[in-house]
C-alpha cells in the first residue's frame, strides 16, 4: 500500500507540487489530476522516489519514507513511466533502440533474460521494432512503456506522467493501466497523473493540491493553486 500525506515539492521561485494526499494499494489504479505539467511530472517523480519532497508524511509497504537508505527500497519496487523531459523516450531513437536501452538498466541478474530481439517479439512489438518512438500511436506507446517498466520482476508500483498528453481519446491509455492494475497474476498498484479526468470514471481520484487546506486525501483541489509556469525538478535518480 502506498500512502501519501501532505506530500509537497519546493521549486527554486515558487512551489512546485503544493500539498498533495492519497493512496494506492496493489489492485489500484487511482488517478491524479492536475492542471500543470510540472506539478503532474514532480508527483510523478517523487512518488517513485526520483525526487525528494520537501515535506509530508510518505509510506510505502508499512515503511515510512526517511530521505535515507529506505528510499532505495522505493524505488526498486518503483518505475516510473514517461515523465515529462525525464525519461520519455528521445525522439530520434528507434522502438528497437528505446527497448536494448531499457532492457540493459534491468538488474543485472535478470538482464541475459531480456535481450532485445527476443523481447519484442514475446511482447508483440515485432510489428513496431523499426519505427521511431515519435511515430508510436499513443495506445501502442503507452503498451510499449509500461510492458518496459515491468520487465523489471520487482516493480510493484507503476507510476505513469500525464498518459492524457499524448492524445484526447482515453482508450488510449486507460484500459491498458486497468488491466494491469487489475492482473491477479501480478496485482501492481498503478497511479496516472492526468490532465483531466475521463468521463464515466468511477475509480478513486484525487487533485494535485488536495492538502493544501483540507490536508485529507481524495478532498478537492484547492482552488486558489498557482497559475501555470516553469518550476524546476531536483532529481536525484530517474531509474
Known amino acids: ?3 501519501v500525506h501532505q506530500l509537497s515539492v519546493n521549486g527554486r521561485r515558487d512551489e512546485l507540487l ?4 492519497l493512496q494506492a494499494g496493489r489492485g489500484d489504479l487511482l488517478l491524479v489530476a492536475g492542471n500543470r505539467q510540472d506539478q503532474r511530472t514532480a508527483l510523478a517523480l517523487a512518488l517513485s522516489g526520483r525526487l525528494k519532497p520537501s515535506g509530508g508524511h510518505f509510506e510505502w509497504d508499512g515503511t515510512e519514507w526517511d ?6 527500497t522505493l524505488r526498486q ?4 513511466v514517461d515523465a515529462a523531459g525525464v525519461n520519455e523516450p528521445e525522439q530520434h531513437l528507434s522502438v528497437r533502440d528505446l527497448v536494448t536501452e531499457d532492457l540493459a538498466l534491468v538488474p543485472r541478474r535478470y538482464r541475459g533474460l ?3 530481439k527476443p523481447w519484442l517479439k514475446v511482447n508483440r512489438f515485432e510489428d513496431i521494432a523499426g519505427l521511431w518512438t515519435e511515430q508510436l500511436p499513443a495506445a501502442r506507446r503507452i503498451e510499449l512503456l509500461t ?12 507510476v505513469v506522467d500525464s498518459p492524457d498528453r499524448h ?4 482508450a488510449d491509455w486507460l484500459p491498458r493501466l486497468e488491466s494491469l492494475a487489475y492482473d491477479a497474476g501480478r496485482p501492481l498498484a498503478v497511479v496516472a497523473t492526468v490532465m483531466s479526468v475521463p468521463a ?5 481520484v484525487v487533485c494535485i493540491g488536495n492538502a493544501v487546506t483540507t490536508g485529507h486525501p481524495g478532498a478537492p483541489a484547492d482552488e486558489d493553486l498557482p497559475p501555470d509556469g516553469p518550476g524546476t525538478l531536483e532529481i536525484e535518480d530517474t531509474k
Do not use: E, Y
Open 18 to 21: 503544493p500539498a498533495t494526499s
Open 1 to 3: 500500500m502506498l500512502r
Open 77 to 80: 519496487a518503483s518505475a516510473v
Open 67 to 72: 530521505g535515507g537508505a529506505r528510499i532505495k
Open 147 to 158: 510492458a518496459l517498466a515491468l520487465a523489471n520482476p520487482h516493480t510493484d508500483l507503476l
Open 114 to 116: 531480456l535481450l532485445s
Open 167 to 170: 492524445g484526447p481519446d482515453p
Open 200 to 204: 464515466g470514471w468511477s475509480g478513486p
